[in-house]
């Protein structure tokens, strides 16, 4: 194995979505990341494969990930290999509080005296500064800004390289009954069914909203291919539920919302090899980028623009 990794990711499977959107928003930032899913070979110990990687030294720094469910089993026997390897050599290793970590969740006592990065508010842009600060050394030139919680009134173009906040009005979804849920505060009507196309490359899912048509993911409408399309960020964003962070919650008529990232129709206007997400996890969203070639979960929208 030659290849050198920036970061392992030790993470509890449990953590699996947002750890690989984690890994996803390092990799768009320029670094090599070690996870499980993308590296190890089906059909080879996975156990053998881990000994390599760690031991081996082709890691530069150990990230622990921890979120609600604490560190896992085999988690953990990751974890006493990489501090070992911090006595013997070094080895950084950093440890992370994820979106969900509960405030009082008890730790290994070892990582205890290491600084952590908290990203439990969300993956913003200002934790993945702080946590590439520690894998790289480089601290980043000025301090992150969040985005503004104040809501701009000016909608956002297509090219748009920062998502606009839109806050909540009352009331909000009324369901159609056929397959179409309509956003009373912006006038869209959304497709019902979350999880219809499951998850797609960005230009894969912009075709499949374009050939939508009745018939299809419990459609009942009489739409015709043409009349649905991938939202943008903004569209896509405006379905948060303010007050407390939530794609949707028990009341609203959709089905099938996933705990996973959505795309949008919006290509980030300093990188066009990505475009915008909004990703779904408890009671965290946030808006972030991904690599066109990577796999988000689709949810068509009409009408507007």
Known sequence: ?????????????????????????????????????????????????????????????????VGPDGVGPWQNMELRVFLDEFVRCGLPVIPVLLPEAPSGLKLPVFLRSFTWVDLRPSLSDNGLDRLIWGITGRKPASPPLDPPKEPDPVPARADSTQPEEIFETSPRFTDNGNGTVTDLKTGLIWLKKADCFGRLKWGDA????????????????????????????????????????????????????????????????????????????????????????????????RGGK
């Open 1 to 65: 194995m030659a290849d050198k990794f920036d970061v392992f990711l030790c993470h509890n499977s449990q953590d699996k979505p947002v750890v690989r959107t984690l890994a996803e928003s390092l990799q768009n930032r320029g670094l090599k990341v070690w996870l499980d899913e993308w590296e190890l070979i089906p059909g080879r110990r996975w156990q053998d494969e881990l000994e390599k990687v760690i031991e081996g030294g082709h890691v530069r720094t150990a990230a622990v990930l």
């Open 206 to 301: 912009i075709t499949a909203c374009q050939n939508l048509s009745d018939g299809q993911c419990g459609l009942k409408d009489g739409s015709k291919a043409g009349d649905w399309r991938l939202p943008t960020i903004d569209e896509l964003k405006s379905l948060v539920h303010d007050d407390d962070g939530h794609f949707s919650r028990p009341g609203d008529p959709f089905v099938g919302v996933q705990s996973d990232h959505y795309w949008s129709s919006t290509t980030n206007a300093h990188n066009t090899s990505v475009a915008w997400i909004v990703f779904m996890i408890g009671d965290h969203s946030h808006a972030s980028s991904l690599n066109k070639t990577y796999y988000g979960y689709v949810w068509a929208v």
